[in-house]
């Protein structure tokens, strides 16, 4: 039989996703047939995968798509059965089992959340089918004891499938022993049964400083260590997925190009500029709501975004469409990516009321297109070629929408006989579906080399390979592996 542990958090970003990963090329390095899982999933960060029986493509979480990938997988609906894209404070698109299953105001989705459970239970059933060992990694905290009498992310899926669990305490926001001591204090009886131990993430310095903490832990839990992690350098050169990331400044080298791109309310796809970032003569900007977008930008990303109208209204709102004004007129040029491609047309047009009340707004005018929203969303892998550089690329679309209009007779790419994408006449401002663009290796360096700087990186791709492998060196290296491997059942 399959054996599984879960990975939980005292909270959220506590690394869980990381570790998961990690974890998961561990288990693969030694030969172990392994399947990462999340049971439920919020973010609007997507990535596309495989709908098990079926010919079409649906939609996982990026944290399960680089799992696969530590896993050497192609990924699959079933890694990440539940997918909450938010749309708003208090509502959100459902996803289940890859595939849209409407809209849920926040209070509604609780009532849900038994149904979802069987899809849950469905999922983890057909991979634990075809593997060793799965590691199912948890959302949020189990110590969200309102939420449990409904919970199929954390504990509800841990009792009902019988995963044992580590529990992930985060020691670089402080208050890691009453993080892990508090958990268990308000666990009841059968929850905290479930634990087998505990990990610290995320500790700066001499190790050893921790033992007596471990020692407090032990008293109040009773819990063993698995061992204390590191901060790890390697997990810069992965995809990150939460938000929450891209608010920390990122060390400034010696830049030649600076990327700036507005964190919109719902940035979606953002890991679409690590690849630029990568690069030691690229600064990648992400300004924050309240702030201006700074005057000596060289480039302007407007990315992905899970409700397009509503985000550029908020673009508005910041005052960025006359910053972007100002910069067009200097010759600053302008990327839109999916959702900020349709911000930069003329109009967005939602004749049905797709993403909120029925009716058209104008958009920036960079591009001479127009879009309206479909019904019908497009998920799927794409083998193109750019019609901008005449190079190879690979990439992905996830989005509702289509877009037309003169600007679309210069391309960015061509999908077989199709065209994506839109170049204005004076080639500066220029947007695609294309998610991914930047990671095709062929593609960066021509941007680049337009731009009149030498791509370092010979594959992104590549990188992200080291870097998983790094990360399993170093969690073999400072944790007891063999032991929290073979506390999965």
């Given at each position: 039989m399959?054996?599984?542990?879960?990975?939980?958090?005292?909270?959220?970003?506590?690394?869980?996703?990381?570790?998961?990963?990690?974890?998961?090329?561990?288990?693969?390095?030694?030969?172990?047939?392994?399947?990462?899982?999340?049971?439920?999933?919020?973010?609007?960060?997507?990535?596309?995968?495989?709908?098990?029986?079926?010919?079409?493509?649906?939609?996982?979480?990026?944290?399960?798509?680089?799992?696969?990938?530590?896993?050497?997988?192609?990924?699959?609906?079933?890694?990440?059965?539940?997918?909450?894209?938010?749309?708003?404070?208090?509502?959100?698109?459902i996803?289940?089992?890859?595939?849209?299953?409407?809209?849920?105001?926040?209070?509604?989705?609780?009532?849900?959340?038994?149904?979802?459970?069987?899809?849950?239970?469905?999922?983890?059933t057909?991979?634990?089918?075809?593997?060793?060992?799965?590691?199912?990694?948890?959302?949020?905290?189990?110590?969200?004891?309102?939420?449990?009498?409904?919970?199929?992310?954390?504990?509800?899926?841990?009792?009902?499938?019988?995963?044992?669990?580590?529990?992930?305490?985060?020691?670089?926001?402080?208050?890691?022993?009453?993080?892990?001591?508090?958990?268990?204090?308000?666990?009841?009886?059968?929850?905290?049964?479930?634990?087998?131990?505990?990990?610290i993430?995320k500790?700066?310095?001499?190790?050893?400083?921790?033992?007596?903490?471990?020692?407090?832990?032990?008293?109040?839990?009773?819990?063993?260590?698995?061992?204390?992690?590191?901060?790890?350098?390697?997990?810069?050169?992965?995809?990150?997925?939460?938000?929450?990331?891209?608010?920390?400044?990122?060390?400034?080298?010696?830049?030649?190009?600076?990327?700036?791109?507005?964190?919109?309310?719902?940035?979606?796809?953002?890991?679409?500029?690590?690849?630029?970032?990568?690069?030691?003569e690229?600064?990648?900007?992400?300004?924050?709501?309240?702030?201006?977008?700074?005057?000596?930008?060289?480039?302007?990303?407007?990315?992905?975004?899970?409700?397009?109208?509503?985000?550029?209204?908020?673009?508005?709102?910041?005052?960025?469409?006359?910053?972007?004004?100002?910069?067009?007129?200097?010759?600053?040029?302008?990327?839109?990516?999916?959702?900020g491609?349709?911000?930069?047309?003329?109009?967005?047009?939602?004749?049905?009321?797709?993403?909120?009340?029925?009716?058209?707004?104008?958009?920036?005018?960079?591009?001479?297109?127009?879009?309206?929203?479909?019904?019908?969303?497009?998920v799927?892998?794409?083998?193109?070629?750019?019609?901008?550089?005449?190079?190879p690329?690979?990439?992905?679309?996830?989005?509702?929408?289509?877009t037309?209009?003169?600007?679309?007779?210069?391309?960015?790419?061509?999908?077989?006989?199709?065209?994506?994408?839109?170049?204005?006449?004076?080639?500066?401002?220029?947007?695609s579906?294309?998610?991914?663009?930047?990671?095709?290796?062929?593609?960066?360096?021509?941007?680049?080399?337009?731009?009149?700087?030498?791509?370092?990186?010979?594959?992104?791709?590549?990188?992200?390979?080291?870097?998983?492998?790094?990360?399993?060196?170093?969690?073999?290296?400072?944790?007891?592996?063999?032991?929290?491997?073979?506390?999965?059942?």
């Amino acid at each position: 039989m399959v054996r599984a542990i879960m990975l939980q958090g005292t909270g959220s970003d506590v690394g869980k996703s990381v570790l998961v990963a990690g974890l998961c090329r561990v288990a693969h390095r030694r030969g172990i047939a392994v399947r990462p899982f999340k049971p439920q999933n919020m973010s609007n960060n997507a990535a596309v995968a495989s709908i098990p029986g079926s010919v079409t493509m649906g939609e996982i979480g990026r944290a399960q798509w680089l799992q696969a990938q530590a896993s050497r997988l192609k990924p699959s609906v079933d890694m990440n059965p539940v997918l909450i894209k938010p749309e708003s404070d208090t509502g959100a698109q459902i996803v289940v089992q890859g595939r849209p299953l409407g809209f849920s105001a926040a209070r509604d989705y609780q009532s849900l959340k038994g149904r979802l459970l069987d899809a849950v239970m469905e999922s983890f059933t057909r991979l634990s089918a075809e593997a060793d060992l799965v590691i199912v990694e948890g959302a949020g905290s189990p110590a969200e004891i309102n939420l449990r009498d409904r919970d199929i992310a954390n504990m509800g899926f841990a009792t009902r499938a019988k995963v044992p669990v580590v529990l992930v305490g985060d020691i670089d926001r402080g208050g890691v022993i009453a993080a892990l001591a508090g958990t268990h204090r308000i666990l009841d009886e059968a929850d905290r049964a479930m634990i087998v131990g505990y990990l610290i993430n995320k500790f700066r310095g001499d190790l050893t400083l921790f033992d007596e903490g471990l020692e407090a832990i032990g008293r109040f839990t009773g819990w063993r260590s698995f061992g204390v992690v590191p901060w790890l350098r390697e997990v810069a050169a992965l995809p990150a997925e939460d938000t929450v990331t891209l608010a920390r400044t990122p060390p400034v080298g010696q830049a030649r190009l600076k990327v700036v791109v507005p964190m919109l309310s719902r940035i979606a796809n953002f890991d679409d500029l690590d690849p630029l970032a990568a690069e030691p003569e690229v600064e990648v900007v992400f300004v924050p709501p309240g702030r201006r977008l700074p005057s000596d930008a060289d480039l302007i990303v407007l990315p992905g975004t899970k409700s397009t109208i509503a985000d550029l209204a908020f673009l508005r709102v910041q005052g960025w469409e006359d910053d972007l004004r100002a910069l067009r007129s200097k010759g600053t040029g302008i990327v839109g990516l999916c959702g900020g491609y349709q911000m930069l047309g003329r109009s967005i047009s939602d004749p049905e009321g797709i993403e909120g009340a029925a009716g058209e707004v104008p958009g920036l005018g960079f591009l001479d297109v127009e879009t309206v929203m479909r019904s019908e969303k497009t998920v799927r892998e794409v083998t193109a070629h750019s019609a901008r550089y005449d190079v190879p690329l690979e990439g992905y679309e996830i989005h509702i929408g289509d877009t037309r209009g003169d600007d679309c007779s210069s391309p960015v790419a061509m999908i077989g006989n199709r065209a994506d994408g839109a170049t204005s006449r004076d080639g500066r401002v220029w947007g695609s579906y294309l998610h991914g663009l930047f990671s095709a290796d062929a593609f960066r360096r021509s941007f680049l080399a337009e731009r009149g700087i030498s791509s370092s990186t010979t594959s992104y791709r590549d990188g992200v390979e080291k870097a998983l492998d790094a990360l399993a060196e170093r969690l073999e290296e400072h944790i007891d592996c063999d032991a929290l491997l073979a506390a999965a059942r």
